[in-house]
């Protein structure tokens, strides 16, 4: 049961920052947030995942609002290999299966 | 992270026969995998549930006589298509749970029947 809400496509232009919204209003206290992404007939590879405070690592960097319902999902510098759908997913830590929504479609364009 | 290995990458059975599906977690003791099937232009559907040992949890709607599991170690689950007809024609997907609870996903099987 997908409880996220992703729009369908965005562009961006290579060398900017990717913004991916996420809606998850319906999050849980101890509900993660997890976010993958699932380039063109290959299987999904994990970006970041976090609770409540912010996150970065080498992929990217991961904003929760406060109250939790909606997070962003940045890559500071989009290029043309980011081209994929990317999965916000919400689930519970010790909760091992990982449903999939829509995603969003992100087109990096030169 | 874990590292998960499909096997074969893609594969074109005539309908009627059977097709098995290698999942390998190469680096990690899996007692639970997933699979996962994906139609074109569509998300991904988790299928069933893979558990070592024991039988396998399948998701609502799911045929578990169509799609057989067997997980006989804690490094390797199979699928099974059987009965193969055009409309099994997917991409399935593996996938285990790390230390971390993040998910690792194998590269994904191509089955084409025809």
């Known amino acids: 049961d997908a409880k996220t809400t992703q729009p369908p496509s965005m562009d961006c232009a290579e060398g900017r920052a990717a913004n991916l919204p996420c809606n998850h209003s319906?999050?849980?206290?101890?509900?993660?947030v997890y976010w993958y992404r699932q380039i063109h007939s290959q299987g999904p590879q994990y970006i970041i995942h976090?609770?409540?405070n912010n996150e970065t690592n080498e992929m990217a960097s991961l904003i929760i609002t406060e109250d939790r319902k909606s997070s962003t999902l940045i890559l500071p510098h989009a290029t043309l290999r980011d081209t994929a759908v990317y999965y916000c997913i919400v689930k519970g830590y010790n909760f091992n299966k990982f449903y999939f929504g829509s995603g969003t479609k992100l087109n990096v364009k030169p | 992270g874990a590292v998960v290995s499909q096997h074969p990458s893609w594969v074109i059975c005539k309908s009627g026969t059977s097709v098995k599906i290698e999942c390998r977690s190469l680096d990690f003791q899996a007692t639970t995998m997933f699979w996962y099937r994906q139609f074109p232009k569509q998300s991904l559907m988790l299928m069933a549930t893979?558990?070592?040992?024991?039988?396998?949890?399948?998701e609502q709607g799911v045929e578990k006589d169509k799609f057989l599991i067997n997980h006989a170690s804690l490094t390797l689950s199979t699928l099974t298509v059987t009965s193969a007809h055009p409309e099994d024609s997917s991409f399935y997907i593996c996938s285990l749970v790390g230390v971390n609870t993040e998910a690792f996903f194998g590269q994904g099987t191509r089955l084409t029947v025809v």
């Open positions: 319906t999050i849980s206290g101890n509900e993660y």
């Open positions: 976090g609770l409540k």
């Open positions: 893979s558990n070592e040992g024991s039988k396998a949890t399948y």
